[in-house]
């Protein structure tokens, strides 16, 4: 999975160098209240977008200064799910979502907070495994006044053109050289043995997710944007259920991608389980 940490060179205090003009863009775009709340930055590979939005992620008030800022909110796309990306994004938000239309409803409903409108910044939506249900879901997101959004893509990226035909957008396009400013792409990981408890317990929550969601159908399965709702009792899928680890999993959904050790998400897993463990 690509990381969002840019290059050693880059202390994070400054943008990296070639994206001064995005970054200058991307504060006006936050501190114009009549903004669009969805803003696309796109570029060629290497034009220096993930480093750009790990810089915004991290940047804060000038010093001396206490107002407190709206949250900023880092999710990695690349090889998330809706699902998992829902999961992430709700936890992260501090609300409780089963699916991504639960996330849209929560937001929608829910207050924001005093310091205002939580900042989502999600990068490298052409690695996703679902590009195209992520884009639907940012599109929801987008009408939701409580969150504002920033999406990074690569020009050439069939769901950024569906977000750029889908409603009034900004736009931040890092055209120019490509220099070495994004970090390079991570190796693939092998998947876990999604039969085994002790294996997903122990791996990337999402990547788990991921496996369960697209290894199943590529769309309609329980749990995705255009899907049915996670089946009550393991084994009840049309697909191969990994001896109801399938089921429990995403029953359990967001309690188990929150950051916490194996041995507490084997807890929950387990409890997802119940009396069929």
Do not use: N
């Not at 809706?82 to 991504?100: F, H, I, K, S, Y």
């Not at 931040?172 to 400013?181: E, I, M, R, S, T």
């Amino acid at each position: 999975m690509p990381s969002a940490t840019p290059s050693p060179a880059w202390d994070g205090r400054r943008p990296a160098t070639g994206t001064e003009p995005g970054a200058a863009a991307l504060l006006g775009w936050l501190t114009d209240p009549d903004a669009p709340r969805l803003c696309l930055v796109t570029g060629a590979p290497g034009s220096g977008k993930t480093a750009l939005l790990g810089w915004l992620a991290a940047h804060g008030p000038r010093s001396g200064r206490t107002r407190r800022r709206p949250a900023r909110v880092l999710v990695p796309l690349a090889g998330q799910s809706a699902l998992g990306a829902a999961w992430t994004v709700a936890d992260r938000l501090g609300v409780v979502a089963g699916t991504p239309g639960d996330l849209v409803d929560a937001l929608a409903t829910s207050e924001a907070r005093p310091t205002g409108r939580a900042v989502l910044l999600l990068t490298d939506l052409h690695a996703a495994a679902e590009p195209d249900a992520l884009a639907r879901l940012i599109t929801e997101l987008a009408g939701v006044g409580r969150v504002r959004l920033v999406v990074e893509a690569r020009d050439d990226t069939p769901a950024l053109a569906a977000l750029r035909a889908d409603r009034r957008v900004a736009l931040v396009d890092l055209d120019g050289d490509p220099a070495p400013l994004d970090a390079p792409p991570e190796p693939a990981r092998p998947l876990p043995d999604l039969s085994d408890p002790a294996a997903v317990c122990v791996a990337d929550p999402l990547l788990v997710t991921t496996a369960y969601v697209t290894g199943s159908a590529p769309a309609g399965v329980p749990g995705t944007l255009d899907g049915p709702e996670p089946s009550g009792r393991p084994g009840e899928t049309t697909a191969d259920d990994h001896g109801g680890l399938r089921t429990a999993w995403m029953r359990a959904g967001q309690s188990l991608c929150r950051t916490q050790p194996p041995a507490e998400r084997a807890l929950v897993l387990l409890a997802a389980l119940g009396d069929g463990a």
